[in-house]
């Protein structure tokens, strides 16, 4: 048996600015999360993962930050985090801040410097390189569109931007940079913080030279120096966000030996829905067999040498009941299958806010899409002669601002959410998709992300136990075992949305039915539309 607290923990993800809204200004802040704490508590979870809450321009929604020490006043104050972090620890929740030490914002004081002169002492807290105005150093592309590249007249200079001009990359070379943050979290763990999420934490040792970004060869030295610096010193959760890790590097990122970080966040599953080799946008369907293939790698190649982070959302990410659940008919009962399917899965279960009510993706016109991401790619592929239509297929799909509508608290007005005009236009179903009507019902989406919840407490197979993929090859269910000393447990979920037999024995004698979806489960082994069934027998 571990002992590390998060690794039976449940974390919730607020992305403030859409959760609640206390004073009226259309946007979310601290003292709206402040009077939510209630909700979280009687869901269950153990932590909160708050999107950055710095000071920022907010060119990429707080991603870019201008004072790693400072709340942002659209947010509050320093006083109201200490309230935050204060009120939630008396309900046993803890706090998690989203470090951005990849870049920061062009408004941050180091950068107003470095941009000054090249011999001003902050120059080198970035990553230039010399150049001609018009003649790039080289071809490499920022995430959000554009060249990766930025010309700075008064240095005679570009500087290296891996997602908008207005967030510059940070130099990770300099020892003086390094020292900088570590102070700066040592700060944050003096105020109390439970733990820290790094954002694309695996580009920051980058070597534009040789168009590296991700897992550049000095990055685990630089982990390994921030972790001995800082997290070491507390009792803190910390968690990489790793789109390119393997799970080797991710032994490594994660290793027992809490050298890096306590788990990564590593997106193989979350990817597979796209034409190999192209961008998200350009749709493809789930390859079902593919997804279980890449569970089951995962869960049995970190067990007892790494953790993993389980997800299917974020605030990057569309909703996955219309993703890959169905958002019409089946929703509750997809949505309650696809939280089955991964909360009895090894690793740490984190909840996207709204994720726990089945909340939808949107298909907005894009004069209401706010995202820095959606806007570039629609102008940029307009330029390029795709279709109209197309671009609006891919981004009902795959923007941002489907996880960024704001949370449905009720059927009021604005989903109760604010009192004002909301920043990003709310999803129209909120009057029957909401956290009012859910709460009390045991039979709800809420209900049942709260009783996964409960059971991970329970149960300590649920954390422990090994891992093993039944049925394969079987197109439409996503079965498995977990089982430890004491507890076999069996999850089958049929992943669709056509009634299907399953091929396995059906569980009799000692095993209990944990959880399920549906009140009728006396179909043997006939599965309903995304039926889901969780199975525990004591040995
Ligand atoms: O995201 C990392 C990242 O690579 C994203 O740009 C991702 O590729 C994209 O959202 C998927 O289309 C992190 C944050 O989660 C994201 O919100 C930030 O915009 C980004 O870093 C820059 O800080
Ligand atoms: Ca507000």
């Given at each position: 048996m571990n002992t590390k607290w998060w690794k039976s923990a449940v974390i919730y993800q607020i992305y403030p600015r859409s959760f609640a809204d206390s004073n009226g200004d259309g946007i979310g802040d601290l003292q709206g999360i402040i009077s939510k704490l209630d909700y979280l508590e009687d869901l269950g979870i153990d932590a909160v993962w708050l999107s950055p809450v710095c000071r920022?321009?907010?060119?990429d929604n707080g991603y870019d930050i201008s004072d790693y020490r400072d709340i942002d006043p659209m947010f509050g104050t320093l006083e109201d985090m200490e309230e935050l972090i204060r009120e939630a620890g008396k309900r046993n929740i803890r706090i998690i801040m989203d470090l951005v030490l990849n870049h920061s914002s062009d408004e941050h004081y180091w950068f107003q410097e470095a941009k000054k002169s090249r011999e001003n002492p902050y120059h080198d807290y970035y990553v230039w390189r010399d150049g001609v105005e018009g003649v790039l150093p080289n071809d490499m592309r920022a995430a959000f569109g554009g060249p990766a590249w930025e010309w700075v007249p008064e240095v005679q200079q570009y500087y290296f931007h891996q997602f908008s001009v207005k967030q510059p990359d940070l130099n990770w070379e300099n020892p003086k940079v390094r020292r900088e943050i570590y102070d700066m979290i040592n700060w944050w763990i003096q105020k109390g913080v439970g733990g820290f999420r790094l954002d694309v934490i695996d580009q920051i040792a980058k070597e534009p030279d040789h168009h590296i970004t991700g897992n550049g060869p000095r990055l685990h030295e630089f982990l390994r120096e921030m972790s001995r610096e800082t997290f070491q010193k507390a009792d803190l959760v910390t968690v990489g966000e790793t789109w390119g890790a393997t799970t080797e590097l991710a032994k490594l990122y994660s290793n027992p030996d809490g050298s890096e970080f306590s788990m990564v966040f590593q997106f193989e599953h979350i990817c597979l829905d796209q034409i190999a080799g192209k961008e998200k946008w350009d749709l493809a369907p789930l390859p079902f067999l593919k997804l279980k293939e890449v569970f089951a790698r995962w869960q049995t190649e970190l067990c007892g040498q790494g953790w993993n982070s389980l997800f299917w959302n974020n605030h990057d990410l569309p909703r996955i009941v219309s993703r890959w659940g169905n958002d019409g008919e089946y929703r509750v009962e997809s949505a309650k299958m696809l939280a089955i399917l991964l909360h009895g899965m090894q690793g740490t279960p984190y909840i996207y806010q709204g994720e726990e009510l089945g909340m939808t993706n949107v298909a907005y016109e894009i004069d209401q899409y706010q995202d820095i991401e959606t806007l570039n790619l629609y102008k940029e592929r307009l330029e390029k002669g795709y279709q109209k239509e197309d671009i609006m297929r891919s981004l009902h799909a795959k923007s941002r601002d489907n996880a960024r509508t704001p949370m449905q608290w009720s059927d009021a007005e604005n989903a109760g959410f604010t009192t004002g005009k909301p920043w990003l236009k709310v999803n129209p179903n909120y009057k029957e998709i909401n956290a009012a009507q859910q709460r009390g019902d045991a039979d709800s989406v809420f209900g049942c992300y709260k009783e996964l919840i409960r059971l991970r407490k329970e149960y300590p197979v649920l954390i422990d136990g090994t891992f093993q993929m039944l049925l394969r090859e079987d197109e439409n269910i996503f079965a498995y075992i977990r089982e430890d000393a004491d507890y076999q447990l069996l999850v089958i979920c049929n992943f669709y949305g056509q009634t299907v037999r399953c091929s396995l024995e059906e569980p009799g004698g000692s095993y209990q039915l944990l959880i399920s979806n549906y009140q009728e489960t006396n179909h043997g082994m006939i599965l309903q539309p995304y039926e889901a069934r969780m199975y525990l027998m004591r040995k």
């Open positions: 920022s321009p907010q060119d």
